[in-house]
């Protein structure tokens, strides 16, 4: 699957998320009405992935992993765009994205007009984080 192997190749730095689904679970994901997925190609090879989930009104937006000879050129910002764009379109009135609060993604995100809305302590992959929520209304 395209998504899987896009994933593979981002590894896990700047994702949104430290680890990678297991194929299965993307599987599993993508079978969900609510949920979609967008693939950016780059040169003929696919270079990035989002992938979202509509609950009611809001869009989440939980995976974003562009390929690193792919980073700083545009991948991420347009994978983006076409989120908020179909966000729009299915009639949500914001996309939010949680992330480690010192991800260095977060200043990605508030770049591109995201706010941080709340923060919480949790527990990702046995390690203790803050998780911040980054909202933008679309």
């Keep these: 699957m395209a998504i899987h192997d896009v994933l593979q190749r981002c590894g896990t730095e700047g994702t949104l ?3 990678e689904p297991a194929l299965a679970d993307i599987e599993r ?9 967008f693939i ?9 992935v989002a992938m979202f989930d509509r609950q009611g009104d809001v869009l989440w937006l939980f995976r974003l992993g562009v390929v690193p000879d792919a980073r700083g050129r545009g991948a991420g910002r347009m994978l983006v765009d076409a989120v908020e764009a179909g966000a729009r379109g299915a009639g949500a009135s914001a996309v939010f994205v949680q992330l480690p609060k010192a ?13 941080a809305d709340t923060e919480e302590p949790d527990v990702v992959a046995g390690q203790p984080v803050t998780l911040v929520d980054l909202v933008k209304l679309v």
């Design 103 to 115: 991800l260095a993604a977060r200043t990605f995100f508030e770049a591109l007009g995201y706010r």
């Design 40 to 48: 950016i190609a780059r040169d003929g090879r696919d270079a990035g």
């Design 17 to 19: 998320a430290p680890t």
């Design 29 to 37: 994901f993508l079978r969900s009405k609510s949920a979609g997925a």
